[in-house]
Each structure stands twice: as C-alpha cells, then as structure tokens.
C-alpha cells in the first residue's frame, strides 16, 4: 500500500535559521512526488514536483531533494512569511491518486 | 500558474438540506478533477476522482448517494453533498490536473477549499 510520513509534524525556527522537512514513502513505482504549501483555510499550492532519485528542484529559500525513500524540503534562511504547513504527495504509476502525508506546520518567528 | 477557482469559499447550511459546491480551471482543461476532504490538523484524504462525461469513481467508504458528483464540461466539475448532517462538516479542496503538451509535466493545482458548516 502506498503510504506518505512527514516529520517533524512540526517545527518552529528563528527567522534564518535554516532547516530541512522530511518525507518518507513507500510506492509501487514512483510517477511523481510532489510538495505543496497550504495556508490556514485555504486550498494547497504547488511548489515542486520531483520524479527520479537525484533530482532536485529550487524556488527562491526552497530545495526539493528526491531519493528513492525520501525526500527533504531544505528551506534556506526562512522569513515569518514562509509559515504555512507543507505537504508532500506521491503518485504511483497504478495509479492517478496522490496519495498525500499529514504535513509539517512550520511558523517562522523573527 | 494555472488557476482553480472554487466556490463558495464558506458555507453554513441547516441539516437535511443539500449543498452545491463549484471547482472551474479558468485557463486550462481538465479532464480530470479530484475531491478531497481536510479534517483540521489533518492531511487531505481522496473522496473520489471525477472525470469529464463519465461517472466519478469514488473511494472505498465515500457514499455516492451522498456526495453526487458531476463533471459536465472540460473546466467544471461540483460536488453535492446532500442531506448534509452536522458530521458532513469539513473542508472541501477540488482539484484539477493539467498535463503539458507532450503528455508529461503533470500538475496537480488546488481550489482554494469550501468550510461546510451542517448545523
């Protein structure tokens, strides 16, 4: 059964300070692992989407990395606006579901 | 990016009546659309997966009577919850998947969620 864990459920980190959010799956042929960030009451945004081990991906203070147990979101010198909790997906091949983790709330303070 | 508009945003309906909710992709079409249901502090969980002029395939322990679903064009797909009880309560997210032009870079773009209220 394809399955998602995200740890930590969450995190607080001084403004700058650096950090990485994990996601372990187990898939029946990886088709793609996406992340997403979702604000309090509303619906999630794209961020990445990554789809073979070694991969890596970057927007602004965020790195996505992918290999074939996990993945890490690497968020460079945060700011109080990247607090919001982030969550990762996968999608098999079987399959066109995502199959989403419980995310990791992040909060940012200064 | 791709937009996914979803209405209403909030919802707060008496028990025993039904409600509408509306997800349109306003650049893009969309064959496909999903439903998904967000408890609080919780990840969202597939109610069921809709597909333009067939039936939507539900997810085992979704009712189908319950949460009617129609995707009649290539950019609208709604989801009814009917007699709606006060355990109907939740956020409601739609989603709609656009593919490139070769068929690959799929993406998977979010309304923005409906809070159904069942008092």
């Known amino acids: 059964e394809d399955q998602v864990t995200q740890s930590p459920e969450a995190l607080r980190l001084q403004e700058g300070e650096s950090s990485s959010l994990n996601c372990s799956y187990t898939?029946?042929?990886?088709?793609?692992l996406f992340w997403y960030r979702q604000d309090p009451g509303k619906g999630p945004e794209f961020l990445f989407t990554?789809?073979?081990a070694g991969e890596e991906k970057e927007k602004e203070r965020l790195k996505a990395t992918l290999t074939k147990k996990e993945s890490f979101l690497h968020i460079t010198a945060p700011k109080p606006e990247d607090s919001a909790t982030y969550l990762c997906?996968?999608?098999?091949?079987?399959?066109?579901?995502?199959?989403f983790g419980t995310g990791t709330r992040l909060q940012v303070f200064p | 990016g791709a937009v996914v508009s979803q209405h209403p945003s909030r919802v707060i309906c008496k028990s025993g009546t039904s409600v509408k909710i509306e997800c349109r992709s306003l650049?893009?079409?969309?064959?496909?659309m999903f439903w998904y249901r967000q408890f609080p502090k919780q990840s969202l969980m597939l109610m069921a997966t809709s597909n333009e002029g067939s039936k939507a395939t539900y997810e085992q322990g979704v009712e189908k009577d319950k949460f009617l679903i129609n995707h009649a064009s290539l950019t609208l797909s709604t989801l009814t919850v009917t007699s709606a009880h006060p355990e109907d309560s939740s956020f409601y997210i739609c989603?709609?998947?656009?593919?490139?032009?070769?068929?690959?870079?799929?993406?998977?773009?979010f309304g923005s969620g409906t809070q159904l209220s069942v008092l």
């Open positions: 898939v029946s042929g990886l088709r793609g």
């Open positions: 990554l789809y073979s």
């Open positions: 650049d893009f079409q969309a064959t496909t």
């Open positions: 997906a996968v999608q098999s091949y079987n399959t066109d579901k995502l199959i």
């Open positions: 989603s709609a998947r656009k593919t490139g032009v070769s068929g690959t870079n799929e993406k998977l773009f």
